[in-house]
């Protein structure tokens, strides 16, 4: 895993794409491109955040697949036509509540910054 290889410089802590794949095993390979190619983007959690529009007007739904522990996650959302797509705000949200159950451990991998419980830092891919 790219995640565990020491010789490539952490990019970030968590870093985030959304993607356009419907299925939850899915990731485009541009996503894929931007990761690996040139100049690789090591991190410790990689997330995949998918987006629907249902034809419902006020629907707001997400259903989380842990595709590798502590290592690859996809969220997607179905959020209603009428549904403000704060996707930033439902990501938070979303995160608030894996650390809550004990999903996903947010806190910094550097172990002095883990000692102290810092939040990990996010970086957003395009």
């Known amino acids: 895993m790219l995640s565990a290889d020491m010789s490539i410089p952490k990019y970030a802590t968590h870093l985030v794409f959304l993607t356009n794949a419907n299925r939850p095993s899915e990731v485009e390979s541009t996503i894929i491109y931007s990761i690996f190619q040139k100049r690789p983007k090591r991190a410790d959690i990689y997330w995949f955040v998918h987006v629907e529009t249902t034809d419902e ?13 502590d290592d690859l996650v996809k969220i997607d959302f179905r959020l209603g036509f009428r549904v403000a797509p704060r996707i930033n705000l439902f990501f938070r949200k979303v995160l608030e509540e894996m650390v809550k159950n004990k999903e996903v451990d947010i806190t910094s991998r550097y172990e002095s910054l883990s000692k102290q419980n810092v939040i990990g830092d996010f970086r957003f891919g395009i």
């Open 57 to 69: 007007p006020y629907t707001m739904e997400y259903k989380v697949d842990i595709l590798a522990p």
